[in-house]
């Protein structure tokens, strides 16, 4: 069984993880860990591995080589339900939204798992599935009030523009009550009012709820100003690990990552 | 002039000269309709959830048939075999999921669609061991299916609805209705159009996909079922019935290949459309018009819509 882990000690330890692709080898040797309640940022340059991490985070890669371990439990690997079951939600780098279906329906999809009624009941629908659905559409709309989308929320997400998918990609996330949110890139292609907005919502989250966040970003200003503590891959290998001010002085980062043009 | 006249004049005059026999043709279109349309949501249902194209669907139906016969030759109470029955497509959509989908996941369609070729040849194995080649009855009396037929004065004659016909349409559109309201209003119906948009997003927020496909496979066994029971108290149980399989699948170029109301929608058009056209125009083409009807307008769609009447995207899957 999992066991509970307190604000600052240690959520997800990842240890000397190893992944590749038929030659092409994504992740080497990689090891860092994630403190409950903080905001923890992965960046490196193009390729460098950063989303192949959160895939094996949340179970869509399964390494070669290391363990995961997450809340207490050690594992060669990660599967997506259980990393869902378990606590961890994620927003995608290619907004990965439910295109057919509304606002609404993509927020309430991150119900899922709180929901208990089972198959019969729900063929039924009326009385109890119907009631526990009311009580789950009010938590989806603290999210949505919380995130300011209550105007969108019978818009079929495929119209929205990009800004406000990759808004309802987080609220579905964040309707999960998640432990540890992954963010891939959440304000990749924003404007810098909606970059703003982003920030901002990230750090209530985290503050107000508590949420651990791994986060990231391309843009170093956001990430120096949001996270408590920062891992730099390049090449898939880690070349530094510490806080803004420590990695921004170093000289392996300035020289991986800092120099190269983005 | 006259070919046109008989083309395009004619055949109205026909109609409307006689609107009960009118009235006959479209009642017999409406229930071969509704049956097409039940059969084509047996290959949507698996199609939005896994992307397959199901070459079993057809062999369902008759392995359903076949089970329900069987059970019932066996000394039980028909309504028995019938729930017996239901339990084992439940049995064999869990084991079509654990022993095929789940090991083929993420293998590249046309593999997944092979596996329903090999399924549907196993099931002709499994189904001719255990029950025989030889064609048997449907145990429609047995089940409560109405026989003789009613009659009602219209438009100065007579309209003939053969209760067992009745009995289908209600069926089928009650089946129809319960499946279409199941999977766009429930939970599990947001969770199987969640995975028909997006298998990553669906399992990152815990959605099972082993279950989504449990479940429609689950589906499409009762629809292979319901389909079973009613075409074969139309004509008899045996292998050849899988062939009205293939008739949804000019349904669903119609209707789209993810589409429900497409599938119910086009299921009447071909249902309807192949009736009237059989019947007012049949004789032009020197009749067998049914055989080939649906197909062609199928062709014709896949030249100018190949997306289907609903359908959400060009068919590139199978
Ligand atoms: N599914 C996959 N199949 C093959 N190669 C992959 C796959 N996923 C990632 N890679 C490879 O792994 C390496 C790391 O990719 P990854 O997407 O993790 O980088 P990243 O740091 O997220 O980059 P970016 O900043 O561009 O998003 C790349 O060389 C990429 O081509
Ligand atoms: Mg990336």
Redesign the interface.
């Known amino acids: 069984m999992s066991q509970e882990i307190k604000p600052g000690e240690v959520l997800l330890e990842l240890e000397d993880v190893s992944l590749s692709f038929g030659g092409v080898r994504a992740i080497k040797n990689v090891g860092f860990n994630i403190k409950r309640g903080e905001i923890r940022a992965i960046i490196g340059p193009n390729g460098a591995g950063k989303t192949s991490m959160l895939n094996v985070i949340?179970g869509?890669y399964h390494p070669q080589e290391g363990t995961i371990t997450y809340k207490g439990v050690h594992r060669k690997n990660m599967r997506?339900?259980v990393?869902?079951?378990q606590g961890i939600?994620?927003t995608?780098q290619n907004v990965?939204?439910?295109?057919?279906?509304s606002t609404l329906?993509n927020i309430?999809?991150?119900r899922?798992?709180k929901?208990h009624?089972n198959?019969l009941w729900?063929?039924l629908?009326y009385g109890p599935?119907r009631r526990e659905?009311m009580q789950h559409r009010e938590r989806v709309e603290h999210v949505i009030d919380f995130l300011e989308i209550a105007h969108i929320r019978r818009t079929p997400v495929g119209r929205l523009p990009y800004g406000l998918q990759k808004r309802v990609e987080l609220a579905?996330?964040l309707a999960?009550e998640p432990e540890l949110l992954l963010l891939d890139e959440p304000m990749a292609g924003m404007n810098l009012e909606e970059k703003e907005d982003m920030s901002r919502y990230i750090l209530e989250v985290n503050d107000e709820f508590g949420m651990t966040i791994a986060l990231i970003e391309h843009d170093i200003s956001v990430v120096m100003d949001l996270s408590d503590r920062i891992v730099v891959l390049d090449h898939g290998e880690k070349i530094a690990d510490g806080t803004p001010a420590e990695v921004s002085a170093d000289q392996d980062v300035i020289d991986a990552y800092l120099g190269v043009a983005h | 002039m006259e070919t046109l006249y008989n083309i395009f004049i004619d055949p109205f005059v026909q109609m409307f000269g006689a609107p009960d026999f009118l009235m006959q043709v479209l009642w017999e279109g409406f229930v071969s309709g509704t049956l097409y349309a039940l059969i084509a949501l047996g290959f949507v249902l698996i199609f939005k959830a896994s992307g397959v194209f199901n070459f079993a669907q057809g062999i369902m139906v008759v392995f359903a048939a076949l089970t329900l016969v069987g059970l019932y030759s066996l000394g039980m109470p028909a309504y028995v075999a019938l729930v017996l029955t239901i339990g084992v497509m439940g049995l064999l959509a869990v084991s079509v999921e654990r022993l095929v989908m789940r090991k083929l996941v993420n293998q590249p369609d046309i593999i997944l669609f092979m596996a329903t070729i090999g399924l549907t040849y196993f099931l002709i194995g499994l189904g001719e061991f255990i029950f025989g080649g030889e064609p048997k009855k449907m145990i429609a009396d047995e089940l409560g299916l109405p026989g003789g037929s009613m009659d009602f004065e219209v438009f100065g004659g007579v309209l003939i609805l053969e209760n067992r016909d009745i009995a289908a349409a209600v069926i089928a559109a009650v089946l129809v209705a319960a499946l279409w309201f199941f999977f766009s209003k429930t939970r599990i119906g947001r969770a199987l159009r969640a995975v028909a948009d997006d298998h990553q997003a669906a399992l990152s927020v815990g959605i099972s996909l082993n279950q989504i496909w449990a479940i429609v496979w689950f589906a499409a066994g009762i629809v292979a079922l319901a389909t079973g029971i009613l075409w074969g108290a139309k004509s008899e149980v045996s292998f050849a019935l899988q062939v009205v399989a293939l008739k949804a699948l000019p349904v669903l170029i119609l209707g789209g290949f993810t589409s429900i109301p497409g599938a119910i929608v086009g299921g009447m058009i071909i249902g309807l459309g192949e009736k009237l056209f059989e019947i007012y125009w049949g004789g032009l083409m020197g009749g067998g018009v049914e055989s080939w009807f649906a197909y062609v307008i199928a062709l014709i769609f896949l030249l100018f819509r190949p997306q289907g009447l609903f359908g959400e995207k060009i068919i590139e899957r199978i």
């Open positions: 949340n869509f997506p339900y990393a869902a079951t939600a994620r995608f990965a939204l439910f295109k057919g279906m329906d309430m999809s991150g899922t798992l929901m009624r198959f729900q063929m629908y599935a659905e579905r996330a999960m």
